[in-house]
């Protein structure tokens, strides 16, 4: 699998478990900064290949002709996904003290939320093409 997927798909995947574990705050939130820092890291390990030249892509799925959802880096949209990833972490921290201090109601959905809208940003930064830079842009509509 390549890494642009495995960003996108493993925040997904942290959204899903922090709905199935939302009855438990120290697991939900063990949760939402293991995903948050793991997804930093898929992130970083991008860093070398993309400032050497190279870059990641998916093979594109071709959903009708001449549509196609793919993900490709490039230095800009890897400098984005760094920059959403690093403040994705930092938001988590401060999050689960402030929604614990004013012990707000729907903490689960609030960092099942916020797990997706960060996967549809990461999505954003790696889109290779218009469709798939617009599938993303609606999941992070419907996710705000």
Request: proline share 4%; aromatic share 14%; glycine share 8%.
């Amino acid at each position: 699998m390549s890494s642009p997927l495995l960003a996108v798909l493993g925040t997904l995947a942290a959204a899903l478990a922090i709905r199935v574990v939302g009855a438990r705050p120290m697991l939900r939130e063990g949760i939402t900064y293991a995903a948050a820092a793991g997804n930093l890291l898929i992130v970083l390990s991008m860093l070398p290949t993309v400032l050497a030249g190279g870059g990641y892509e998916t093979y594109p799925y071709e959903l009708l002709p001449g549509v196609a959802f793919q993900l490709r880096t490039d230095p800009f949209g890897l400098l984005f996904a760094l920059v959403a990833s690093t403040l994705w972490l930092v938001t988590s921290v401060y999050s689960v003290g402030y929604l614990r201090a004013a012990n707000v109601s729907n903490q689960t959905g609030y960092f099942a939320s916020f797990a997706i809208c960060v996967s549809a940003t990461v999505g954003i930064a790696f889109a290779a093409n218009l469709f798939t830079f617009f599938l993303f842009y609606e999941v992070l509509t419907i996710a705000t």
